[in-house]
Nanobody, 124 residues
Framework: QVQLVESGGGLVQAGGSLRLSCAAS????????MGWFRQAPGKEREFVAA?????????YANSGLQGRFTISRDNAKNTIYLQMNSLKPEDTAVYYC????????????????WGQGTQVTVSS
């Protein structure tokens, strides 16, 4: 089992920044690819970003989030991060951390382990 706990969400004005954190416990953290997903009200959950177990490769949603969002991980701290800059009202969503031993699963929108989510609200 892997337990994931997100933190760092909150209310921010458009143009502002937030850094989300996801602390993992349980099985060896460094064995897992990790990712961030989000779900806005009335919409399906969508992939945001993923990072390989080594941190050597990162992936972002095709919607062009890479220029504003950065995913990173610190295996020594069993934690991944999502730095979000230039936030827009359409970024408002519950953000979920996810883990899977297979990166392709994350890129396909799934994961074996999920966190509870943290709310991000961007006001205009």
């Amino acid at each position: 089992q892997v337990q994931l706990v997100e933190s760092g969400g909150g209310l921010v004005q458009a143009g502002g920044s937030l850094r989300l954190s996801c602390a993992a416990s349980g099985r060896t953290f460094s064995n897992y690819a990790m990712g961030w997903f989000r779900q806005a009200p009335g919409k399906e959950r969508e992939f945001v970003a993923a990072i390989t177990w080594s941190g050597g490769s990162t992936y972002y949603a095709n919607s062009g989030l890479q220029g504003r969002f950065t995913i990173s991980r610190d295996n020594a701290k069993n934690t991944i991060y999502l730095q979000m800059n230039s936030l827009k009202p359409e970024d408002t969503a519950v953000y979920y951390c996810a883990a899977d031993s297979v990166l392709r699963t994350l890129l396909g929108g799934g994961a074996h382990y999920w966190g509870q989510g943290t709310q991000v609200t961007v006001s205009s």
